[in-house]
């Protein structure tokens, strides 16, 4: 199993591109998450999903969209980035929900983006 | 509002010591607990998680936490500290009440002297 795949692992991005994060999982996880981190701030959460089809907010989802076409990928798209967007990314996935049966939540690698 | 504190966003330690990293959620109920570390350029790692059972959980690499219900707390621990050790180390929170929704303290950067 490769686990959790994001790429890229390094972006550059001008103000007002847009672009996508991918995130991809072999381990048949019904839960996928995307989460930001920053400096002193932890991880936020972005979106989730709790299955194909199935997308809802987290913390902090203005400036991105989600969708869950497949259960295996779980795509990130920055509609117009903007300097506020600077952050490393983490896609995550577990079997289901955290809160049912105990199961971990595995991370990707990140991805690191700046928008100039 | 959803809350977990780490109460250090730095601690420099020398080998060999002891280390106490604090944690406190603001959920009431039943909670799932964990603690993951990141190496420097690396992605989070799980060091230990709580479910149920016995509220002293054994991780990887000698690390230790104690969940403390009556406090709300979930301190993480290590007898004696390795230079290897320097990372940052996040607490995080899942409340039944807020589905799957894990949430995150701000983290605490370790730093050990050799």
């Known amino acids: 199993n490769a686990g959790v795949t994001q790429t890229p692992k390094f972006q550059v991005l001008k103000t007002g591109q847009s672009m996508t994060l991918q995130c991809a999982q072999d381990?048949?996880?019904?839960?996928m998450s995307w989460y930001r981190q920053d400096p002193g701030m932890g991880l936020r959460l972005i979106h989730y999903?709790?299955?194909?089809?199935?997308?809802d907010q987290g913390e902090v989802p203005n400036g991105y969209n989600v969708s869950r076409s497949t259960t295996e990928d779980f795509p990130l798209r920055l509609l117009s980035a903007a300097p506020s967007q600077t952050s490393v990314y983490f896609c995550?996935?577990?079997?289901?929900?955290?809160?049912?049966?105990?199961?971990?939540?595995?991370f990707g690698e990140g991805s690191w983006l700046t928008v100039v | 509002a959803q809350s977990v504190s780490q109460h250090n966003h730095h601690v420099i330690l020398s080998e060999a010591a002891s280390l106490e990293l604090g944690c406190n959620y603001s959920?009431?109920?039943?909670?799932?607990l964990f603690w993951y570390v990141q190496y420097p350029g690396q992605h989070l790692q799980l060091l230990l998680k709580?479910?149920?059972?016995?509220?002293l959980v054994k991780g990887i690499k000698g690390f230790e936490a104690e969940f403390i219900k009556s406090k709300f707390s979930f301190n993480l621990r290590k007898p004696s500290v390795q230079w290897s050790d320097t990372a940052e180390y996040f607490c995080?929170?899942?409340?039944?009440?807020?589905?799957?929704?894990?949430?995150f303290g701000a983290g605490t950067i370790l730093r050990v002297k050799s």
């Open positions: 999903s709790v299955g194909a089809g199935i997308t």
């Open positions: 995550a996935s577990s079997y289901s929900g955290v809160s049912h049966s105990g199961n971990t939540i595995y």
């Open positions: 709580y479910f149920s059972g016995d509220p």
């Open positions: 995080a929170v899942n409340a039944m009440e807020y589905g799957n929704k894990l949430v």
């Open positions: 381990m048949n996880h019904e839960y």
């Open positions: 959920y009431g109920g039943t909670v799932n």
